[in-house]
């Protein structure tokens, strides 16, 4: 190793990359920094006697081959963890859904993906005629709009059970940002109404057919950070179920909330699950997928941006 005339040492990172074509080994005085990349990266104690200025030189080399591993790599999400948490809609299974949906998403950004298909508890149903069947919260009266009574009890019991999957999949190592609730029907309630009351911004809630189920003021519940996870809301313009203008305002209650809400209308649609919904689900989680991807990568770069500044 070079010595320095001073004889000062540093704690340094010596990089040897192995994935980055024309940068044998750079040396740079940093902090302890863990990175996700294919290059051997050890710790060790030399003797620096380059000027600062060399070793941004080196620092911003390294960095620019990083951006471009990550720029031209389109599969790098498909490496990381990510959770689909689906809910059925009313007198469904968990088990139903899983058998129709389990092979519908195939792009190699997904690959990675772990889905999860709960069934909601028995109990008896109110518009059905108390007959009991798999629901996450009573429903008085259909069709269902927004001035339909729900008791909000009920749908916090739910809530708290979906939250409660959620917290296990942090826990085991998912990051928030790549985690998204999504359902249909009475499963699409349970969706937004889950991200809403959520104390963390997680990475999307996705309602298909669905309405906001609550009733009652619920503004004093919502954290600010549940506020900045995009919704994708998709519903048929003639669902008699769940009347469209339903959706229209669940879309107008989460734009007031400042939240980000991408409302699509399928013409001729009723109260179902469309191939081109599916299809359509499939881009947006990639496309947010990517955002947190490119979130953490420069993030990352930020921060040895300060350190070395």
């Given amino acids: 190793m070079w010595r320095s005339p001073s004889k000062h040492f540093l704690n340094v990172i010596e990089v040897k990359s192995f994935a980055f074509g024309f940068i044998k080994s750079t040396t740079f005085a940093a902090f302890h920094v863990s990175l996700q990349l294919t290059s051997a ?3 060790s104690r030399v003797n620096v006697a380059q000027t600062k200025s060399l070793h941004l030189f080196q620092f911003n080399c390294l960095l620019y081959q990083i951006h471009t591993h990550f720029s031209s790599n389109q599969s790098m999400a498909s490496n990381e963890r990510s959770f689909v948490l689906w809910l059925h809609g009313l007198g469904d ?10 092979d519908r998403f195939t792009v190699p950004e997904l690959a990675g993906t772990k889905w999860a298909f709960p069934t909601a508890p028995s109990a008896p149903v109110t518009c059905n005629d108390g007959a009991i069947m798999n629901s996450w919260f009573d429903i008085c009266n259909a069709p269902i709009t927004s001035k339909s009574v ?4 009920d749908v916090l019991e739910s809530v708290q059970k979906v939250h409660a999957i959620i917290d296990k999949e942090i826990s085991d190592g998912t990051d928030p940002g790549n985690i998204f609730i999504a359902g249909l029907s009475q499963g699409g ?15 999307g809630g996705a309602v298909f057919s669905g309405f906001l189920p ?19 809301w998709c519903h048929g313009m003639l669902d008699t179920l769940v009347p469209f203008e339903a959706g229209e305002d669940g879309k107008e209650f ?3 909330l400042g939240m980000n809400c991408e409302f699509k209308a399928y013409d001729g649609l009723g ?17 947010q997928l990517g955002r947190s991807s490119k979130k953490s990568h420069f993030s ?8 070395c500044s």
């Avoid at 729900?150 to 009890?153: A, K």
Wanted: hydrophobic letters at 40%; a neutral charge.
């Fill in 271 to 287: 109260h179902s699950l469309d191939e081109m919904e599916l299809e359509y689900l499939q881009e947006w989680l990639k496309h």
């Fill in 214 to 232: 609550f009733n009652s003021p619920v503004e004093d519940r919502i954290f600010p950070q549940a506020k900045k996870t995009p919704i994708l």
């Fill in 189 to 203: 309630a349970m969706a937004i109404g889950s991200v809403l009351l959520y104390p963390n911004t997680l990475g």
């Fill in 150 to 153: 729900r008791g909000l009890d």
């Fill in 41 to 43: 990266i050890q710790i």
């Fill in 254 to 256: 989460l734009q007031k």
């Fill in 300 to 307: 990352a770069c930020g921060l040895f941006n300060k350190f």
């Fill in 93 to 102: 299974s968990g088990r139903a859904n899983e058998m129709y949906l389990k």
